[in-house]
Each structure stands twice: as C-alpha cells, then as structure tokens.
C-alpha cells in the first residue's frame, strides 16, 4: 500500500478558479507535511509546509490539514496559468529534525487554461 | 549562484558503465538525500546522510553507492550502469533545526543505453 496517495490528474481549471488539490497518508504518526511544485523538466520546489490541524495561508496558496482524517489538501486561489505544474505532497513521521525520510506522493498535474 | 549545484547535468552512458554523479551545496545544511524519479513513480530515496559519519540506506539502494566527502558534498555512484537506472536523478538538503523541509537541486539526467 502506497503511503501517500494524491490523484495523478490531470486537474484543468480555469483561469481565475481555486484549484484543489488532495493527498491522503497512511501513517498516523505522520507530523510533517509539505506541497513541492515541480514544472516539467525542473526540480521540486518547497511552497508550503505545514505541521498543526487547520489552514494554513500564504499569499494564494492555502494548505489544510486533517490529521484525523490523515488528510492534506492544497487551495490555490486565483490560479494563473504559470500554476501549471506537477504539485507533489510530501509526509515525515516528526516535526522535528529527528525524523529520517520524507515520502512523497506521485503528485497531481495541474492545468490552468487562459 | 545557486544553493544547491549538481554535475553533470545530463549524461548518457553504456550499460555496464561506471557512473559518479556529484552535488554540492553553499546552504551549510547537515543533511543531504539522493532521490530518483521515474515517470508516474514519484521521488523515491535513495540514500541519505545527516553528516560526514552518517550514511543510510533509502528505499532503493540496490545498485547505487555514495560518498560524503565533506558536510557540503555528497556523491552518488553507480558501479555498473544497467538501462533501468535510467532516470532523473534530484540531490536534496536540509537543516535539523529547519526542521524536514528539503531544498532540491536541479537534477541529473541519466540514461543508459
């Protein structure tokens, strides 16, 4: 059984439109947890982190968290085309540095048409 | 410049091949990781070190060795190149009082013919 687990898409919005984007873990005692952006061909990029239930925001980008649910969603507000990208979401057991690996979904393919 | 640097950026070889593949980075992180990632297949580890001492194993090692020359540099070799290593290959890094958050370099593509 995969331990992080996130649609593959692709997830075409509009222009404009909030951009959903969903991982489920398996690991209870998971305490960490990270949205990377990865553009075609280019490295993953860190855009947001968060390690307590709730919502987290920054700028447009909104990470929620779940843990009863062990669920982990990222809201993209007003997404542009240049949001176009494979967005992966990333789990690790701590929430400290003590903690050894980090696993990482297959990420979601993100569209955003004109 | 960049934080996080690896050498080369593309390179194609032969099967049975020896390989190095080389990242250094000007963060002054302790940790540094070695991923893969394969179409569909996500980033899967493949080893990691949290100092000069330190080296283990990831998820799939078999095949591959490294080398912590020094607290900025941590290479990855492949003794005997074989076509299914073919793939992009990503150095990370990160800081224990930054808690796990891991800053990518730009990777390596590899393909063994």
């Known amino acids: 059984q995969k331990e992080v687990e996130q649609n593959s898409g692709p997830l075409s919005v509009p222009e404009g439109a909030i951009a959903s984007l969903n991982c489920t873990y398996s690991?209870?005692?998971?305490?960490?947890f990270f949205w990377y952006r990865q553009y075609s061909g280019k490295s993953p990029e860190l855009i947001m982190s968060?390690?307590?239930?709730g919502d987290k925001e920054d700028g447009r980008f909104t990470a929620q968290l779940n843990k009863a649910s062990q669920y982990v969603s990222l809201l993209i507000r007003d997404s542009q085309p240049s949001d176009s990208a494979t967005y992966l979401c990333a789990v690790t057991a701590s929430p400290s540095g003590s903690a050894r690996q980090l696993t990482f979904g297959s990420g979601t393919q993100l569209t955003v048409l004109p | 410049d960049a934080d996080v640097t690896q050498t080369p950026r593309n390179r194609i070889t032969k099967t049975g091949k020896r390989i190095m593949l080389e990242c250094s980075q000007t963060k002054g992180h302790d940790r540094m990781y070695w991923y893969r990632q394969d179409p569909g297949l996500g980033l899967r580890l493949i080893y990691y070190?949290?100092?000069?001492?330190?080296?283990n194993k990831g998820e799939i090692s078999d095949g591959y060795s490294v080398s912590r020359q020094a607290q900025a540099k941590f290479s990855l070799s492949l003794e005997s190149a074989i076509p299914n290593q073919t793939a992009l290959y990503f150095c990370?890094?990160?800081?224990?009082?930054?808690?796990?958050?891991?800053?990518f370099g730009p990777g390596t593509r590899l393909t063994v013919l």
């Open positions: 968060i390690y307590s239930n």
């Open positions: 070190s949290f100092d000069v001492k330190d080296i």
């Open positions: 690991d209870r005692g998971s305490q960490s």
């Open positions: 990370a890094t990160s800081d224990w009082a930054g808690g796990n958050e891991q800053f």
